[in-house]
């Protein structure tokens, strides 16, 4: 059985997702919404993409599908990816499956660093896993997985 392709609607999407706002980013061409999230007094940016051009209408099927990502600001400004979700495909379900997402994310985060504070993320070595402080190459701190 195949799921069923649907198209969602800017107004879908700011029902379901309550204190999120839309935000436009520099060189991204799809409404996202936004709220501030706070960790361990870190505050970060919880964004979903949500397929949907500026103008509030969907990709063509199969181009894209809905994320959920973790943003944090570091103390020179840069804006760093510390976290997101596996995709949410534009099928029938779909509002169900990005609150699923939405309602998980710290678990897409790592430890806070023990240099800075910022949220640590998973990286990989030759030696193996390991947790990386976002704020990389500013800040150097490291934790074990």
């Known amino acids: 059985m195949s799921a069923t392709y649907v198209q969602p609607t800017?107004?879908?999407?700011?029902?379901?997702?309550?204190?999120?706002?839309?935000?436009?980013?520099p060189r991204v061409r799809e409404i996202v919404l936004a709220k501030r999230v706070d960790v361990d007094g870190q505050a970060l940016s919880l964004r979903v993409?949500?397929?949907?051009?500026?103008?509030?209408?969907?990709?063509?099927?199969?181009?894209?599908?809905?994320?959920?990502?973790?943003?944090?600001?570091?103390?020179?400004?840069?804006?760093?990816?510390?976290g997101g979700?596996?995709?949410?495909?534009?099928?029938?379900?779909?509002?169900?499956?990005?609150?699923?997402?939405?309602?998980?994310?710290?678990?897409?985060?790592?430890?806070?660093?023990?240099?800075?504070?910022l949220p640590m993320v998973e990286r990989k070595s030759k030696s193996g896993k390991f947790y990386g402080c976002c704020g990389f190459p500013k800040c150097k701190g490291t934790r074990n997985v």
């Open 85 to 117: 979700t596996k995709r949410v495909n534009r099928t029938d379900g779909w509002q169900e499956r990005l609150l699923e997402r939405v309602a998980a994310w710290k678990n897409q985060l790592g430890p806070s660093c023990p240099q800075c504070g």
């Open 49 to 82: 993409f949500t397929s949907l051009d500026p103008n509030g209408l969907g990709r063509d099927c199969g181009k894209d599908a809905i994320r959920v990502e973790i943003f944090v600001r570091t103390s020179d400004g840069t804006i760093k990816r510390v």
């Open 10 to 25: 800017l107004a879908e999407f700011t029902t379901i997702l309550d204190g999120f706002v839309a935000i436009q980013l």
